[in-house]
């Protein structure tokens, strides 16, 4: 009888002892599924939580580390797929490839040099300039007044420029090498200068991005020589005109700035339809979606 109870005991404690193993293991399995849920939910919500054109890593907003990855990827470094959603945010200009430009415009973005961008707004094709035929060759060239020459907005320009057999890719390399930093880069040319009136280039790619802006022009006044260029103050633009509101506020409304959600205000190239509310909006007009 004795020895019947004593193996009944062990068998029991060799079940108590079971149940007690598979209780703890299942708890430490519900543990580590609720720590897990959020950060899928994370990670899926930053994944389609931005439109913006240009947000690389779709963080919600534009800086110099989007500019940075958008050149990464136009020098091989990154490789995004045709298609995918950085691809897709790098190619700023919607070209189907994505270079050096895009990250220029990206890194103009964050430094509030251009307006932000949305994926579902239309890019308006430029119009064909109207040409004179009686002086082709001024139509592409602009004469500054310390005597430079420069392209008329050439798309091409970017491909012919070099410095000491350098391209455009080789100094945007430069720059990446650097970790992104144009005061590092000055460091690998100590004696360099352009020699270009109102320039302070430190570098030759100083000196493109420069001449790059002159090409393109005061966004304000549309000169290719206003001293807003040189010193990056709208002041410093003769037809500047300070702003009514802060400078992420419409300046008509004086709402802020997003995609129409929230009680922002966006405004679309072209007349069309919201993408987010359905309302039809004629272009440069403000408009902010209701109920959303």
């Known amino acids: 009888m004795i020895s019947n109870f004593n193996s009944k005991n062990k068998e029991h404690s060799k079940l108590l002892s079971f149940l007690v193993a598979l209780f703890i293991v299942g708890l430490a399995v519900l543990i580590v599924g609720i720590a897990t849920m959020p950060n899928i939910k994370t990670n899926a919500a930053s994944n389609t ?6 947000d690389v ?24 797929a045709p298609g995918s959603d950085k691809f897709i945010r790098a190619d700023y200009d919607s070209n189907g490839k994505i270079t050096a430009g895009d990250a220029r415009m990206i ?17 308006p094709e430029s119009p064909e300039e109207p040409t004179e035929p009686e002086d082709p060759v001024d139509n592409h060239t602009i004469t500054l007044s310390d005597g430079r020459v420069i392209p008329d907005n050439t798309p091409d320009w970017d491909k012919e420029f070099s410095y000491n057999g350098k391209s455009e890719k080789d100094l945007y390399t430069e720059l990446i090498l650097c970790g992104f930093d144009y005061d590092v880069l000055a460091t690998h040319y100590p004696n360099y200068s352009c020699g270009c009136k109102n320039h302070k280039c430190r570098s030759p790619l100083e000196h493109f991005d420069m001449v790059h802006d002159e090409i393109l022009g005061c966004t304000i006044c549309g ?6 260029l ?13 702003p009514k509101y802060p400078d992420n506020c419409c300046q008509t409304c004086g709402k802020l700035l997003g995609d129409g959600t929230n009680g922002t205000c966006c405004q679309f190239l072209r007349d069309k339809e919201c993408p987010r509310c359905g309302e039809f909006v004629t272009a440069w007009t403000c408009h902010t979606c209701k109920g959303h």
């Open 49 to 54: 939580s931005s439109n913006i054109r240009g």
């Open 57 to 80: 890593d779709m963080n919600g907003k534009i800086t110099s580390s989007d500019a940075r990855l958008a050149l990464r990827a136009a020098v091989g470094l990154e490789d995004y």
């Open 107 to 123: 890194l103009r973005t964050a430094v509030e040099l251009e307006p932000l961008k949305y994926l579902n707004e239309e890019v």
């Open 223 to 228: 000169s290719h020589e206003c001293m807003r």
């Open 230 to 242: 040189y010193t990056g103050n709208d002041a410093d633009c003769s037809a500047y005109v300070p």
